[in-house]
Every structure is written in structure tokens, then in C-alpha cells.
């Protein structure tokens, strides 16, 4: 039996639709940072939220709590730089219903580790103890972020053009998404055997980007599209930032998929489509670059790979 994300319980189309009603009142939010002027200056304030998600869970079951933190502060600062964001400061916000001062004070190392591998500070948050609301032993996890950028010198995704270079850069596991489906799939016996691959960090990207963004943008914009492969992975995160009639081409092939990105499929007989709507299959980040800086681009990373090209066509993303 084929097992789904939305099987799993998480039914991204449902968000996505939430998102399209509050935007016909909120048109401004859906972008993967919030953008806020700061009125008599040339720069841009730009806020992200986010959680860890039940990734949370397997951290439970093998009571490991030193890493989650590093994965709250990264699903927010990757957000912001997919605008060119440099990130600022960071907050967060812990709840459980009986507090255990150790295993907290191991969540916010991690937190303060990712604030530092982001170049942000971290200057406040809140511990929130519910008695009766969450299980003994657990807890959860939210994030801010703020970040600045000068004005004008936004990656929105609008100067995409068709010939652009998909360059993908690697991530280091599941990253935070996708942990309900791979709980779906695996027992705690698995889930236990494979903790220290899905337990892994999820990337910062931030000091590499940036130092990318500053050497190709400069003088004209050579990076026109980021993108942070998230929820609705390869499918919903990069057709978030095309413009209309832009239509992106994955080639999957491009790149070595992980084993534990196929563990998950195989054990699942998760559908192809869906398992690269849930899961980053290797690549946490892509970058859209004008085709004559392409490969300048992918060797400033280390591990990066061209895994596609934009074409003409119906907004949207193909995977071949």
C-alpha cells in the first residue's frame, strides 16, 4: 500500500489554499519573508516565522534535544535569505507542560548555535509551562527572525527568465519537513536506527549565500530566484517565486539522492510525485542564476549541482 503525505495526515493543499484566502485580505504575506519599510531609509525590515515540526517527535524517542534548536533557527533564517535578507536577531518561543530545566537548556545551546552559524543574535523568547497541555517529557518549538535588506535589492523572483540555471545546493538530511510521512513509514525501532541521519541539523545557508549574493549581485542581478526546499518541496517552494508563464524544469538525475531519501520511498511505496513534494531529496536550496554565471555560481558552492533550467510555459514546476 502507497503511503502520502496527506495519508500521513498533512494535507499541504489545504494550506495552500488557507494562504490564497488570506491574501486576497493580506496580499502582502505568502513570500518566504515578510517585508516592512522602514520609512526614512533605504533599507527593509523582513520577519519569518516557523517551527521544527514533528521532527520533534524522534527527538522525543531518543531523547537527543541538542540539535532541534539549530533546525528552529534555520527553518527561519533560510527563509530570509530567499529575499537576500541578511538575518539580525532571533526569538523563540518554548512550551511545555511540565518543565525540565535540562533538557531546555539543551534546546536553546542549539538555538544560540544557530543563531551564531547565521551571524544573528539571539535576544530574547519565551518558556510557556502548560500543565495538562502537551505530554510529560515533551514540548514545543516556534522561531522569529528579522532581517534587512536595502531597498531595490530584493530577490523576488520577477527578473526570472526563461534559459535561467537551476543550481541546486546540497542539504544535510530531511532537514525539518517531511517527519510525519518517514514516521508513518518507519517504527521506532527504525526511526531509532536511522535517528542519527534524520536527527541531522538542517542547514544555514545564510553566511554562503550572502557572500554569493554580494560577489554575483553587485553590479547587476545575476541571482534573480532563491528558493528554500521546505514544505510542498521542489513543487510549491520554487513556483512561490515564478513569475507567470515561467515554468522550471527539475532534472533528477542531475544530482545523487541520498539513501535515506530512498529508504523512505522504498519502505513506503511513497508515489514519486509526492515523495518530491514532501521531502528536499538532497537539495535544501535552490538558486534561479542567469545562464553565463552558472557555473562561476555552482563552483562557489561546495557540492553544488545545475539540476534544471526555466522555459516558457504554465507557471510551474516539472520534475523529469
Known sequence: ??????????????????????????????????????????YNLVSSTDGVGTKLKLAFLVNKHDTVGIDLVAMNVNDLICVGAKPLFFLDYFACGKLNVGQAQQVIKGIAKGCEL????????????????????????????VGIIEKGKEITGKKINPGDVIIGLPSSGPHSN????????????????????????????VKEVLAALAKFNSKS????????????????????????????????????????????QERGSVPEKDIYRTLNMGIGMILIVRPDVALQVKKFFKGAKAIGYVKKGDKGVEII
Not at 526511526?191 to 545557508?205: D, M, V
Open 178 to 205: 517531511g517527519y510525519s510521512l518517514i514516521r508513518k513509514v518507519f517504527s521506532d525501532e527504525e526511526l531509532k536506527k536511522y535517528s542519527k541521519q534524520l536527527l541531522a541539523p538542517t542547514k544555514i545557508y
Open 221 to 264: 542581478q545575476n541571482i534573480v530566484g532563491i528558493a528554500h526546499i521546505t514544505g510542498g518541496s521542489f513543487y510549491d517552494k520554487i513556483a512561490r517565486i515564478l513569475p507567470e508563464n515561467i515554468r522550471v524544469v527539475i532534472e533528477k538525475k542531475s544530482w545523487k539522492v541520498s539513501e535515506i531519501f530512498k529508504l523512505v
Open 118 to 145: 547565521s551571524g544573528s543574535s539571539l535576544i530574547g523568547g519565551e518558556t510557556a509551562e502548560m500543565p495538562g497541555f502537551y505530554k510529560d517529557g515533551e514540548y514545543d518549538l516556534a522561531g522569529f527572525s
Open 1 to 42: 500500500m502507497s503511503i502520502t503525505y496527506k495519508g500521513a495526515g498533512v494535507n499541504i493543499d489545504a494550506g495552500n489554499d488557507l494562504v490564497k484566502r488570506l491574501k486576497k485580505k493580506l496580499p502582502k504575506i505568502g513570500d518566504f519573508g515578510g517585508l516592512f519599510p522602514i520609512n526614512g531609509t533605504k
